[in-house]
């Protein structure tokens, strides 16, 4: 590697928290990162540069512009973030790193995933899988959290997060990994506390989640409801159970509950055994309706039939070529066939 002309002191570890699943602004939309592509992507980062202020990437140039490089990437469970340990090696670099500035990485997106919520957040686009392309050094990170630590400050990071995880271990509440962190949509520090407020904590595997105000409100009252539901189902007795020593009072009459309970079954087989015999009149008399309704179709196809017989007969009477014709026949046209026939009777 090229020795950097500015390179008058040793490099220097230090480790960079830069990365978190949820949901972030990337050229003017939301897109949604989750835990399993950070995880995919990590390995992508080991020995990719580290540059001041993000910047394009020219493979050729890499190895006298580079500040620092990456050398380990790993996922840390107990905070919900990706960390990735760098070695920087210019003094700008260097000085950069120790002036309280932030960090932010770059990736490049290879497969989009739907739009969608997570926590009840909208997002345009998520990411399925990436490839980390370089580090940068800046004054406002994409991750409001992101921050730059030295070796010795991380180990006593780690040490602060058992801490904190045996403590809430051995309190009631356990459940609960660190203090809760309010903010808004937007992650601004907030005075009161609304429906749209989120609550930044973490769960029982180490994971960063976000819960709306209004989101824990909804669950508690349906948690609540549902264990109203049970309580009143545990009131429930069956039949058997029921006695003639327990009575209720009915139209101003003590009634045992048996009692009420062979009532309420005789009206409602009644009930039952008249809406069965209205159905199947019903459905008799839509039998009879189609058969009478057949018989006369049936009626008027015939005559219908018949009237164009005889229709037909008549049009067609001037075409037949055989046609009957009757003759007339006089006195003197009788006498004539009779001549014809025997002779003439005159005597000479």
Same mark, same amino acid.
Not at 2 to 21: F, I
């Given at each position: 590697?090229?020795?950097?002309?500015?390179?008058?002191?040793?490099? !220097?570890?230090?480790?960079?928290?830069?990365?978190?699943?949820g949901v972030v602004g990337y050229r003017g939309m939301n897109v949604y990162i989750p835990l399993d592509t950070i995880k995919a992507m990590a390995p992508s980062f080991d020995g990719k540069p580290v540059y001041i202020d993000h910047r394009d990437i020219e493979l050729e140039n890499i190895q006298?512009?580079?500040?620092?490089?990456?050398?380990?990437?790993?996922?840390?469970?107990?905070?919900?973030?990706?960390?990735?340990?760098?070695?920087m090696i210019s003094d700008k670099?260097?000085?950069?790193?120790?002036?309280?500035?932030?960090?932010?990485?770059?990736?490049?997106?290879?497969?989009?995933?739907?739009?969608?919520?997570?926590?009840?957040?909208?997002?345009?686009?998520?990411?399925?899988?990436?490839?980390?392309?370089?580090?940068?050094?800046?004054?406002?990170?994409?991750?409001?959290?992101?921050?730059?630590?030295?070796p010795e400050q991380f180990k006593n990071y780690k040490k602060t997060l058992a801490d904190q995880s045996n403590e809430l271990h051995n309190s009631k509440n356990h459940g609960v990994k660190r203090m809760l962190n309010l903010f808004k949509m937007k992650r601004e520090a907030v005075e009161t506390v609304d429906t749209d407020t989120m609550v930044e904590l973490q769960n029982?595997?180490?994971?960063?989640?976000?819960?709306?105000?209004?989101?824990?409100?909804?669950?508690?009252?349906?948690?609540?409801?549902?264990?109203?539901?049970?309580?009143?189902?545990a009131k429930v007795v069956t039949e058997q159970e029921l006695t003639n020593t327990k009575e209720v009072e009915v139209d101003g009459v003590r009634m045992p509950v048996t009692d009420l309970v062979a009532k309420y079954k005789e009206l409602q087989n009644a009930k039952d055994e008249a809406d069965k015999k209205a159905t199947d009149e019903a459905a008799q008399k839509a039998l009879a309706d189609a058969a009478a309704q057949k018989v006369a179709d049936e009626a008027a196809a015939k005559a219908a039939a018949e009237g164009q017989?005889?229709?037909?007969?008549?049009?067609?009477?001037?075409? !037949?070529?055989?046609?009957?014709?009757?003759?007339?026949?006089?006195?003197?046209?009788?006498?004539?066939?009779?001549?014809?026939?025997?002779?003439?009777?005159?005597?000479?």
């Open positions: 590697m090229t020795e950097l002309s500015n390179a008058s002191q040793h490099a !220097k570890t230090y480790y960079c928290r830069h990365m978190t699943p006298d512009e580079a500040d620092g490089y990456v050398t380990q990437t790993f996922f840390l469970p107990e905070d919900g973030w990706l960390w990735s340990k760098v070695l670099g260097i000085r950069e790193m120790d002036s309280g500035k932030s960090i932010s990485n770059s990736h490049r997106p290879i497969e989009w995933g739907d739009a969608g919520k997570y926590l009840n957040i909208p997002y345009q686009k998520s990411v399925k899988s990436s490839v980390f392309t370089h580090l940068g050094i800046v004054d406002d990170p994409r991750y409001e959290d992101a921050k730059v630590f030295t029982a595997a180490g994971e960063t989640v976000a819960m709306s105000i209004g989101d824990m409100v909804k669950a508690v009252e349906e948690k609540t409801a549902a264990d109203i539901a049970a309580e009143e189902a017989k005889h229709f037909d007969a008549l049009n067609n009477a001037n075409e !037949k070529d055989n046609v009957d014709t009757i003759i007339i026949q006089t006195s003197s046209d009788k006498a004539a066939i009779g001549q014809s026939r025997y002779g003439s009777s005159t005597q000479e």
